[in-house]
């Protein structure tokens, strides 16, 4: 494996470019070699990153593990229990297990900026945070979207409690220009319910008003029933009574 700096120099543009078409079916060590080539060129994780297609985690592997190595063979100290003759790297990620923020990691590991980042980025993928990592990649260099954009929508997904499903549906009818339909659709419909509405409640004080009608025939039917018993109880009783001669009958004066 490449050991050194100068190892590199003999990598030019049209090898890279041939090594980057091979990438694929690249066995691990020359992998590691190109990474550890464009490391030395100055390129910085990202553009290695672009140009290799491999994650940020890994191509920090390879250049951490490197820079120890220079470290072993230069003559640094190597004391695990103290923190200030560990290499920055892990010096970095222990501090930001602790809590502590890049900036405060920049000026007191006294690191570039960049390198900062890169740990920090490591640290974050090792807390089982990459696919946030590379939705933040994506978004920070759009000219559309924000992470507070992205925040603000999630809450509103959030807080109209919609699944996946839901939203999918929702972004292909956005996709095919279908939602200006859907929306007059949904305004028609709203109309056409306040119209229903409306008539629903005409419909029910026309009803209380029939069963008002109706509550009032019923006692007036009973009136008319108690009525009617009354007087077949009176014709009854009159049929009951002798009955008095008519005058003119026969046999009204007769003699005796």
């Known amino acids: 494996m490449v050991t050194g700096e100068k190892s590199f120099k003999h990598f030019g543009n049209n090898i890279y470019r041939y090594y980057l078409s091979w990438l694929p079916e690249m066995p691990r060590g020359q992998k590691e070699q190109l990474v550890l080539g464009l490391y030395h060129e ?3 994780i990202r553009e290695i990153a672009e140009l290799t297609h491999m994650s940020f985690r890994d191509i920090g592997i390879i250049t951490n593990r490197y820079k120890d190595k220079i470290e072993r063979e230069n003559g640094q100290p190597e ?6 003759s560990n290499s920055k790297t892990t010096q970095a990620i222990k501090m930001f297990s602790e809590g502590r923020t890049p900036p405060q990691v920049l ?34 260099h759009s000219d559309k979207y924000s992470i507070s954009s992205l925040l603000r929508l999630y809450r509103i997904i959030t807080d109209l409690g919609m699944g996946e499903e839901q939203i999918i549906n929702v972004l292909n009818l956005a996709k095919h220009n279908q939602l200006e339909k859907l929306q007059w659709k949904v305004e028609y419909l709203a109309n056409e319910i306040n119209v229903l509405e409306e008539e629903k409640a005409n419909c029910e004080k026309h009803l209380t008003l029939l069963n008002m009608r ?11 029933e108690m009525s009617l018993a009354q007087k077949r109880e009176e014709l009854a009783y009159m049929n009951q009574r002798p009955r008095l001669p008519v005058i003119g009958e026969p046999g009204l004066y007769k003699r005796r």
């Open 42 to 44: 100055g390129k910085t």
């Open 79 to 84: 004391e695990k229990d103290d923190i200030k």
């Open 107 to 140: 000026i007191e590991l006294d690191l570039p900026p960049e390198n900062v980042r890169t740990i920090h980025r490591q640290y974050l993928e090792t807390m089982d945070m990459y696919d946030f990592l590379q939705v933040y990649d994506q978004i920070k």
């Open 214 to 224: 109706r509550d009032e025939s019923v006692q007036t039917l009973w009136a008319l």
